[in-house]
């Protein structure tokens, strides 16, 4: 009993240690620390902005982090995604475990739970079960309306994000207290007229102007200090300086939003899922299989090995190959990205040329 108590004594010590600085910042103080240690947050993407935000936020304390990402870590990410090394390269390793375990070295406090998937309206609502907050670090329309649906539905506060080039947006969510996304973007723009990693480029810092703006509103909501949440619509250009804060409020109270205003859920329902997702700055298509089930790594490994420019990358949780001028990366799932083409019928016509129909 007495060992008990000590453990729990040198705990709450190093707990204590640990946050001291931020606690000492009166407006979230001790108290602030305490909701934040009982939180739970889904991360959707752990790219560029995902792996600055998975950092700030497991520094800061959060209880529970669930991270989900479908990609691995490329050698052209380390300019700006903080989290990863050339190790996790080398190992070919999925993005969200590379974040966990370099996550719990920064903090084994909190609980990070790494889901190598996609995020889509067949498993959003199980994958935020609990969780108090969403945090976006997606790269396309889609995945974004579709966390906005759910939070939207489940009033369920959550934070937008986006950069590319030297520009970046964010805002914070609050449904039925601040316009919802759709409110500002009732729909995606067209998919030729929007710039891209792939054709705009990003600049590292721009990176982490967003994710440090989206940690802290989230940080804010979290420590149960709404009333402190900056409720517009930042935007910025890094490299000319110009920057400004948008009042979007008339966009909930004069529009007629299908989301929040007309309760359509269409995302969340699936109407607008896709079968193919084009990546964002990778020239990479992700393709799904017709048929659900598990796939047999090794031997699909054996059997593409003759076909392969090189040895074939293998680990538990995928394969990576490269086969004629395309490289393949297989997920234990049936997933696949297909690298080397942005066009999503080559795509499905590669993936069942090599792995199946």
């Not at 947050?41 to 902005?49: E, K, N, P, T």
């Not at 929007?194 to 054709?199: A, E, K, Q, R, V």
Request: aromatic content about 6%.
């Amino acid at each position: 009993m007495e060992q008990g108590h000590s453990r729990n004594t040198t705990a709450e010590r190093d707990s204590a240690d640990r946050y001291c600085r931020q606690v000492l910042f009166a407006p979230f103080g001790p108290e602030g620390q305490r909701r934040l240690l009982a939180s739970r947050v889904l991360l959707v993407g752990c790219g560029a902005l995902g792996s600055t935000l998975a950092n700030l936020i497991v520094r800061a304390g959060v209880g529970f982090l669930r991270i989900v990402d479908r990609d691995v870590v490329e050698l052209d990410n380390l300019h700006r995604l903080v989290l990863f090394d050339e190790d996790d390269v080398r190992e070919g390793l999925p993005k969200a475990e590379a974040a966990r375990r370099k996550l719990a070295r920064i903090n084994s406090g909190v609980t990070v739970e790494a889901v190598v998937d996609d995020v889509s309206h067949t498993n959003i609502v199980e994958l935020a079960a609990g969780a108090d907050l969403i945090l976006d670090a997606t790269d396309n329309f889609e995945t974004r309306f579709l966390i906005n649906d759910l939070a939207v539905k489940t009033g369920r506060p959550w934070v937008y994000g986006a950069c590319v080039g030297s520009t970046g947006l964010s805002m914070p969510i609050i449904p039925g207290e601040t316009p919802c996304l759709r409110c500002v973007f009732e729909d995606p723009p067209p998919m030729e007229m929007s710039p891209t990693c792939d054709t705009a480029g990003i600049l590292g810092p721009v990176v982490g102007m967003v994710a440090n703006h989206q940690a802290m509103e989230a940080i804010k909501i979290l420590s149960g200090h709404k009333e402190a949440v900056d409720r517009r619509l930042l935007s910025f250009d890094a490299w000319t300086g110009r920057s400004s804060r948008l009042d979007v409020r008339k966009a909930f109270e004069q529009g007629d939003c299908p989301c929040c205003k007309q309760g359509r859920f269409e995302y969340l329902e699936g109407a607008f899922a896709s079968r193919t997702v084009r990546l964002c700055g990778r020239n990479a298509v992700q393709v799904y299989p017709s048929r659900a089930g598990a796939v047999d790594l090794p031997a699909l490994a054996a059997r593409l090995r003759p076909l392969a420019r090189s040895e074939p990358k293998l680990n538990p949780l995928l394969l990576k190959v490269s086969v004629d001028d395309y490289e393949i990366t297989v997920f234990a799932d049936g997933r696949a990205l297909i690298k080397g083409t942005n066009k999503p019928e080559e795509a499905r016509a590669v993936y069942a040329r090599y792995i199946g129909a």
